[in-house]
């Protein structure tokens, strides 16, 4: 199975700050990633496709970039509605393993 | 509206078999991948399986291949997970999702979770 490993595991972080999270598969798996936001109790959010496509009403200031084997989440200006735990995810191969996840704190 | 409704909390000892479910509804059931994800206590998220309702087509992780079984009832767009013999190690949230073709297939909408609890 494909492996995700995603740093850090966790940060803390201001509002309004830019964060970066990034997330490095074991193999090549071209652009076949999601990202998720996941709040505790809830059900996590897809967030991003494709490595870059933003799902619809997403906000803008969460991004996605990369191929190949290497990933990252951006969210340009933190919000606090922001402070959650995100995922990645292969979307290339079964089974579509996730990331160990990265948990995003108040400072 | 498009949703995912699952069965509610369960409460079990161990050696007793459970199955849970998910209700999809504002969609055509069979013509979308649902998926099964467990996250246990304090962890992260793991992929488990995922079935085509329609025509039953399975995947397993090979973490759980053998320990559940994922099935379909296309008839009333209820997608299950169930055990024959829990064990503590069980307890957990699992959250099916649907597998979202048109987002490069990754879980676009997710039902509420249900906590399973087995005591030993």
């Known amino acids: 199975a494909i492996r995700l490993t995603q740093s850090p595991s966790s940060l803390s972080a201001s509002v309004g700050d830019r964060v970066t999270i990034t997330c490095r598969a074991s193999?090549?798996?071209?652009?076949?990633l999601a990202w998720y936001q996941h709040k505790p109790g809830i059900a996590p959010k897809l967030l991003i496709h494709?490595?870059?496509r933003l799902e619809s009403g997403v906000p803008s200031r969460f991004s996605g970039s990369g191929s190949g084997a290497d990933f990252t989440l951006t969210i340009s200006s933190l919000q606090p509605e922001d402070f959650a735990t995100y995922y990645c995810q292969q979307l290339n191969t079964y089974p579509r393993t996730f990331g160990q996840g990265t948990k995003v704190e108040t400072k | 509206e498009v949703q995912l409704v699952q069965s509610g909390a369960e409460v079990k000892k161990s050696g007793e078999p459970l199955k849970i479910s998910c209700k999809g509804s504002?969609?055509?059931?069979?013509?979308?991948?649902i998926g099964w994800v467990r996250q246990m206590p304090g962890k992260g998220l793991e992929w488990m399986g995922i079935i085509y309702p329609g025509d039953s087509e399975t995947r397993y992780s090979p973490s759980f291949q053998g320990q559940v079984l994922v099935s379909a009832d296309r008839s009333n767009n209820i997608a299950y997970l169930q055990w024959s013999r829990l064990r503590a190690s069980d307890t957990a949230m699992y959250f099916c999702a649907r597998q979202g073709p048109m987002k490069g297939g990754a879980f676009d909408i997710w039902g509420q979770g249900t906590m399973v609890t087995v005591s030993s």
């Open positions: 193999q090549d798996i071209s652009n076949a």
């Open positions: 494709s490595s870059s």
């Open positions: 504002g969609y055509i059931f069979t013509s979308y991948w």
